[in-house]
C-alpha cells in the first residue's frame, strides 16, 4: 500500500513538473508570437508609408498631364503628333502654347480601330489650368486629366454615391480620389453676394490703383502644383 502510494505521488510530482514546462514553453512561444505581430506590424506600417510616398510621387509627376480623346491617329512621327497637339491648343481651345511649353506627346493603350488616346506633358501647371477652362470650346475631341490607374479606380467606385448625393439635393463632385459632398446653399442669396463683393473688391481696386489702366498682368497667373 505504502509504495503505491508513493507511485502516485511521483506522478503527480512528474505531472506537476510537465505542466509547468509546459506552461513556461506555452509562455516562451506566446512571447514570441507577440515579437513576430509587432515586427509584422512594423513592417506593415512602414509598407503603408511607402505605398503613400509612392502615390504621392506619381501624382506629382502627372500633375501637369492631360489626356485628349478623340483625335485621329494620322500622324507618322513624333513631331506630327506633337503638331497636332499644338495647333488644337491654340486654334481649338484658343491658349496660345509654344513647342517649348510642351514636355511629351504619346499616344496610350493598345492600338485598335479606335483613335488612341494621347498623353500630353505640359512644363507649367498654369498652362495646363488655361486649357481645361477652355477645353468646352471642343466639340468632337475631350480631355480629362492623367490619373493613375488606381485612382481612376477609386473614381469609378465613387459614381455611385456622387449620383446619389446630386440627387438629394446636395453638392457633390469628386475631387481626385475624394467625394467632396456640400448641404444644398441659396442660389440667389449667393449671387448677391458674390456681387457685392467684386464691386468692394473693384472699389478697393481703384483706391489703391488708380493707374491700373497701364498695369500688366501675367496671362497665366502662378498656380501651386497640388492635385486634383
Do not use: W
Request: aromatic share 6%; with cysteine.
Amino acid at each position: 500500500m505504502e509504495d503505491l502510494i508513493k507511485a502516485i505521488n511521483e506522478i503527480g510530482k512528474l505531472i506537476k513538473d510537465t505542466d509547468s514546462k509546459l506552461s513556461a514553453k506555452i509562455d516562451s512561444i506566446d512571447e514570441k508570437l507577440d515579437n513576430f505581430k509587432a515586427k509584422l506590424d512594423e513592417l506593415k506600417l512602414s509598407h503603408d508609408k511607402q505605398e503613400e510616398r509612392l502615390d504621392y510621387i506619381e501624382k506629382e509627376i502627372r500633375v501637369r498631364n492631360l489626356v485628349l480623346f478623340g483625335i485621329p491617329e494620322q500622324e507618322k512621327t513624333y513631331f506630327e503628333l506633337e503638331d497636332v497637339i499644338l495647333n488644337t491648343i491654340n486654334e481649338d481651345l484658343q491658349v496660345e502654347c509654344h513647342k517649348s511649353e510642351i514636355q511629351h506627346v504619346k499616344r496610350i493603350g493598345k492600338i485598335s480601330d479606335k483613335p488612341r488616346p494621347i498623353n500630353v506633358g505640359l512644363t507649367t501647371y498654369c498652362k495646363k489650368v488655361e486649357i481645361m477652362k477652355n477645353k468646352n470650346k471642343l466639340t468632337d475631341i475631350y480631355i480629362k486629366e492623367d490619373y493613375p490607374l488606381k485612382v481612376l479606380k477609386q473614381r469609378k467606385n465613387l459614381q455611385e454615391q456622387l449620383k446619389i448625393e446630386i440627387e438629394v439635393g446636395k453638392k457633390a463632385f469628386i475631387k481626385y480620389n475624394k467625394l467632396i459632398v456640400q448641404e444644398k446653399y441659396n442660389m440667389l442669396e449667393n449671387v448677391h453676394s458674390d456681387k457685392y463683393s467684386r464691386n468692394k473688391k473693384r472699389a478697393l481696386s481703384k483706391e489703391s490703383s488708380p493707374n491700373t489702366n497701364n498695369a500688366k498682368y501675367s496671362k497665366c497667373p502662378y498656380t501651386p502644383a497640388v492635385g486634383h
